[in-house]
């Protein structure tokens, strides 16, 4: 018998096991924005094997036992989450975003006249870079501070602020998402053409690098710090 079941929602085996994030992103299930969903749903939207995702999922639940000193985020303080998806999530989409945004005008310059896509990838991207940094502006400004600050005196008033621009922030995640989605669809999963060049191939592998630790980085919100606030 497996370990997990199809009602359980996407959201919530992750936070059980991060290592599933690895199963849903290798079938191109949306386990962070569209978390809430219960994993039925997703198998049946996408026509999969029900019992081939359960048993990759209870394979990915026996290797995580073989790691030592595994964090269960749902175990962290607000305030030790905030910490921790601030230096990891943030810090590491600060640096790569202009890398990316180099790189997918270099490729667009030398090679848009024959990969018409490459205006479409250019400027979505920018249009996703545009949009992480007001809102990681937000969250480091605003949200976050109030969260740290409820830990420490929780009132009504600062409860309410918080749900406020909660709300704003699950939005700025769901249009980061839509965003991600039409540059893999764009791309054809980011395949890289015949004559594309070295830096082609590092732009579309930083994009991907960049798309799984935004997963990550959104799970960690919606999937557990805001539901502790709902």
Known sequence: MSIFNTSQTLGEIVSIM??????????????????????????????????????KLDAAYEETKKIK???????LSSSELIDYILNTHHNFAKQILPSISEMTTKIL??????HEELFQVHK????LKTELEQHFIKEEEILFPIIKQYDIEPSEELLDKIRKVMKET????????????EL??????????????ATYELAYKQ??????????????ENNILFKRFD
């Open 69 to 75: 000193n595994a964090v269960d985020f749902r175990t």
């Open 18 to 55: 991060p290592k599933a994030s690895e199963v849903f992103k290798a079938y191109q299930i949306d386990f962070c924005c569209g978390g809430n969903r219960p994993l039925q749903e997703a198998i049946k939207e996408q026509n999969l094997n029900e019992e081939e995702i359960l048993a």
């Open 207 to 220: 994009i991907q690098d960049l798309e799984a630790d935004l997963f990550e980085h959104i799970h960690l």
């Open 124 to 127: 979505l991207f920018h249009g």
């Open 184 to 197: 893999r669809n764009i791309t054809k999963d980011y395949a890289v053409p015949d004559d594309g060049c």
């Open 109 to 114: 310059r030398v090679h848009g006249s024959h």
């Open 170 to 181: 699950e939005d700025e995640h769901d249009g980061a998402g839509d965003i991600l989605k």
